[in-house]
DNA sequence: CTGAAAGCGCTTACAG
DNA sequence: CTGAAAGCGCTTACAG
């Protein structure tokens, strides 16, 4: 619509080929409207400061007037940069539907956006790890930097990023020898635990997942020592594996209750487990948090609106994909410090959890 | 490190500047090393049938000896395709972490990796459609095509899309002369409410989202054409707007069972809408199934998990996602005809629903 | 079946 | 403060 309401002198001269509406106009044809030259237009463009206010408005108007778009193909091959990250995650079933990791995404997303960055989304499978697509990224130019979610210490191709010195940046994980983000998750399970601990529960079981992921390791050892320090001893048959799903944090729970029916609370590793442990519960007839307390971790979104609501502990997963992000372009743009950021965690009390049944 | 095992020829000649590792090998270094022409080279590197397989064999060894990696910039500048594809989606809280959204997209970058396309995020805020940065994703040759998810009819700047011949389609919405894949929510609505008055059901509260959404119109049309069928009348004060979340479908309830207490059954037009019409349930003291039927729609991960069970539509999503994907990229690849596919759905049957507390 | 050349649309030194 | 020219690294007609 716009090429066509403008009177502009008919271009009819050359009426050959050109589908619909004539050529695309480039920097070229600004430069002759404007009647500058084309270093000019590109140094409007980049808002050089080396351009004089007068020139600016000059090129700018002739840029408004004919709709022109920049080619980003064009810029990125001529300029060092090619205003895209890409978001790598592991392939679980069906990642993105994952809360966990779309309040992350929608963090990185957003303050993408407005910084003027793309967001690409790229999973780890097998076959991508084989065939050094991770290293193809940088390679090939499609990206500045990467941010990587939900990763391991087993990951261990991670550390090529290091190596040849391409941006990186992790998020709930350190190592690697890379940037990092991470939620305080230590102390998370300490709030928990000293929460649970005054509410008179002793017997305290954690349905965790694989102890190779760094923000687990580290609830996993806050437990074990407020155990400890609590009752003097310890039993590591309290902690069985939920593997971060509702479905095994179900049948954990399931294995846990039965082999302690003493247990009156339960830490969950995170949401979706501890999820699972309400279900075991209400399918064995047990009250929550009547016969039984049960704290979750992240603080998804449904956990208000399971039954009974979900006590939890609040990680700022979206303000800590927006850090993330803001951080990785700050290295992009030249930050030679590296990133190591830790955001605060704090316990939301809901109904799910009450003073313990019988205390000893 | 390849770089640096192979005995090649020391480069020392000219070691000034280049960081490490030296310049970074070009086509024109593959074509020179395996004596061929870099025209050979491209053609080799795209599969171009004219190419002798002696020919390609001579290139591919001296590409993978030098791990040459083609600069997909430099390719998208002289080709036609970027091979990347946006997925846009309104600015919902938290759009990503939303489990409807997260299978959607779980499908589409799947089927993107497997035919060699990179997926873009971008959420179409009030800002973005005004400054008509949806037009840019073309214009500035970010994509090839997009895929359009979560919108209504109100977002009539998805018309732009087929007034300018860019290649976009719709997921779960039809209509803005663009192609769509859709669930069959048609279908889904019915199977419920058959079901329902199968069960004794006579009184059935419905929450429901914005009838402006493709969707959830299918399925409000069929709710009310089987309620006037089964019941000979119609009584709209049983349709509540849950506006598609836990929170509103919490209160929808609320209000639906204090204006109508004999109310036996709710259709809830989504899962998280009927996740909150269960939370309500259970702070009223009513039980589910027992004095209340819940069903919910797409039955998303938690569905199972929640307390109690929930019976729900099943819409495939991940599949759709695939599908939708893979439309775009035939379309892209020159496919003529408009896509228009249509998934069938099937009732999940778990434990938010049974017999009618008293028939009437 | 292969090669030499032009061109994709920008940015970036380098002069002036 | 601005301009002319080279160059980014490929692909694509066009010859041969």
Redesign the interface.
């Known amino acids: 619509m716009a090429e066509t309401s403008p009177p502009q002198p008919a271009a009819n001269g050359r009426a050959k080929g050109k589908p619909?509406g004539g050529k695309?106009v480039g920097i070229r044809e600004i430069a002759a409207q404007a009647e500058v030259s084309v270093a000019t237009v590109s140094m409007v463009l980049n808002n050089n400061p080396k351009i004089t206010g007068e020139t600016r408005a000059k090129v700018t108007k002739v840029i408004d007037q004919l709709g022109y778009?920049?080619?980003?193909?064009?810029q990125?091959?001529s300029s060092k940069y090619?205003n895209?990250l890409a978001v790598l995650m592991p392939t679980l079933r069906?990642?993105?539907?994952?809360?966990y990791?779309?309040?992350l995404?929608?963090g990185i997303?957003?303050k993408a956006?407005r910084l003027g960055q793309?967001?690409?989304?790229?999973?780890a499978?097998p076959d991508?790890v084989r065939e050094k697509r991770h290293i193809?990224l940088f390679?090939?130019?499609?990206i500045d930097g990467i941010l990587c979610i939900g990763f391991s210490d087993k990951h261990t191709f991670l550390g090529d990023f290091a190596e040849r010195?391409d941006l990186a940046l992790m998020v709930n994980n350190v190592g690697f020898g890379l940037d990092h983000v991470v939620c305080d998750y230590a102390s998370g399970a300490e709030q928990i635990m000293t929460y649970l601990l005054q509410l008179g529960h002793r017997r305290i079981g954690m349905l965790h997942g694989s102890p190779d992921v760094y923000t687990m390791r580290q609830m996993m050892d806050t437990y074990k020592k407020s155990i400890a320090s609590a009752t003097g001893g310890e039993d590591d048959t309290l902690l069985v594996d939920g593997r971060f799903t509702?479905?095994h944090g179900?049948t954990a729970t399931s294995q846990l209750l039965s082999k302690h029916p003493d247990v009156t609370a339960i830490f969950a590793g995170n949401d979706?487990m501890a999820?699972?442990a309400?279900?075991c519960a209400?399918e064995r007839g047990l009250s929550v948090p009547g016969d039984l307390s049960v704290v979750g971790c992240d603080n998804?979104?449904?956990a208000?609106?399971?039954?009974?609501?979900l006590t939890t502990v609040n990680t700022p997963l979206?303000d800590t994909g927006m850090l993330a992000c803001e951080r990785l372009i700050d290295r992009i743009r030249g930050r030679k410090r590296p990133v190591a950021e830790v955001l605060p965690t704090h316990l939301v009390l809901r109904d799910s959890t009450s003073l313990a049944k019988q205390t000893q």
Chains 1, 2 share one sequence.
């Open positions: 619909r695309r778009r920049p080619n980003r193909i064009a990125s091959l090619t895209l069906h990642t993105m539907a994952d809360p990791f779309g309040e995404i929608s997303c957003d956006a793309k967001i690409m989304l790229e999973h499978k991508f193809d390679d090939r130019r499609y010195g509702e479905e179900y979706k999820l699972g309400l279900h209400a998804i979104q449904y208000a609106f399971v039954n009974p609501a979206y």
